[in-house]
């Protein structure tokens, strides 16, 4: 795999990612909320030298940690076995630039 398609998909699975979790908190906080948590944990991960897939499961549980304590209710896991698919507009959802 080259880089640039290692690069594609990060960023394919990173935004994947963000539109799960603007889905799994969409009746408990703005989108834009969510997002921008994604970035801030995104970076300061990356800043403290985590790389690679890791980054990516490293900053989900760090923003879900996050939001989860900003909420009354956590919205409940989703069945991993079983997903809801929740397509997103790609207009509404931020692609961040990695570092």
């Known amino acids: 795999m080259t880089r640039a398609e290692d690069e594609r998909r990060r960023r394919a699975a990173l935004l994947a990612m963000s539109e799960r ?8 906080m703005p989108s834009g909320r969510v ?3 994604v970035a801030v944990c995104r970076s300061e991960l990356h800043r ?3 790389r690679g897939d890791g980054l990516l499961e490293a900053t989900e549980a760090m923003v879900r940690s996050r939001l989860n304590a900003h909420v009354d ?4 896991v989703p069945d991993v076995e ?8 790609t207009s509404q959802v931020a692609v961040l630039a990695v570092p």
């Open 21 to 28: 979790l603007v889905a799994h908190y969409r009746d408990a």
């Open 35 to 37: 997002t921008a948590a």
């Open 48 to 50: 403290l030298g985590l």
């Open 73 to 76: 209710k956590p919205p409940a």
């Open 82 to 89: 079983h997903p809801v698919d929740v397509a997103l507009p």
